[in-house]
């Protein structure tokens, strides 16, 4: 099993449209939890920290369940600008890595 | 832009050869970890340097091996590189904080 399992996609949603990705994750252990974003061919960027009090930043809210071990990313109001592939990712103190998804692709279109 | 840089973007080697990547981390971070990132993966983490030691390493050989120097800058050294080792591999760096912050990668072809 991976340690952090993310439906690759890709999800084809039309401009405005609300789309949630969700992450599962296998190591109860796991300390912090992390969206990036990463456009074709660039490095991956941190989009947002994700708590279990959940926290949003303007059209983006994270979400984390410790006893489900699943993490969620609701998109609002979907922009062009937003294709790109989401990075859910796992940080565990033990061996102090970032663990990552295989990502999800998300198309925006007109 | 992070502040981390990479260096070189692209590099084409053939099978056997070694192969140095460096990392210039972001002012203030005292910690590099470096990724593999192959097509249509997630980045898979290789191994973190803190204030120069090892601190970390990911399930690859000791043929993949790594320097972090006083200005806290770090290099990859990748030896006898195979097919398989095509990928971008990405640098990133932190203050120890489970945050990272990524440089642009080099994107490697070994033929």
């Known amino acids: 099993r991976k340690e952090v399992e993310q439906d690759p996609g890709p999800f084809n949603v039309p401009e405005g449209a609300t789309v949630a990705f969700n992450c599962t994750y296998s190591n109860s252990a796991s300390q912090s939890f992390f969206w990036y974003r990463q456009d074709c061919r660039k490095e991956p960027k941190l989009l947002m920290s994700v708590y279990s009090s959940g926290n949003e930043d303007g059209r983006f809210t994270a979400q984390l369940n410790r006893a489900s071990q699943y993490i969620s990313l609701l998109i609002r109001d979907s922009k062009l600008s937003d294709s790109a592939t989401y990075l859910c990712v796992v940080f565990t103190g033990g061996g102090n890595k970032l663990t990552f998804g295989t990502g999800t692709q998300l198309k925006v279109e007109l | ?111």
Do not use: M
């Not at chain 2, 056997?16 to 593999?36: E, I, K, P």
């Not at chain 2, 097509?39 to 983490?45: D, E, R, T």
């Not at chain 2, 770090?74 to 095509?86: F, I, P, Q, T, W």
């Open chain 2, 1 to 111: 832009e992070t502040g981390v840089t990479q260096s070189p973007t692209h590099l084409i080697k053939t099978r056997g050869q070694q192969v140095t990547l460096r990392c210039s981390s972001q002012s203030g971070h005292n910690t590099v970890s470096w990724y593999q990132q192959a097509l249509g993966q997630g980045p898979q983490f290789i191994f973190q340097y803190y204030r120069e030691e090892e601190n970390g390493r990911g399930n690859f050989p000791p043929r993949f091996s790594g320097l972090q120097f006083p200005n806290y800058s770090s290099e990859l050294n990748v030896n006898a590189l195979e097919l398989d080792d095509s990928a971008l591999y990405l640098c990133a760096s932190s203050t120890g904080t489970p945050e990272a912050f990524f440089g642009q990668g080099t994107r490697l072809t070994v033929v």
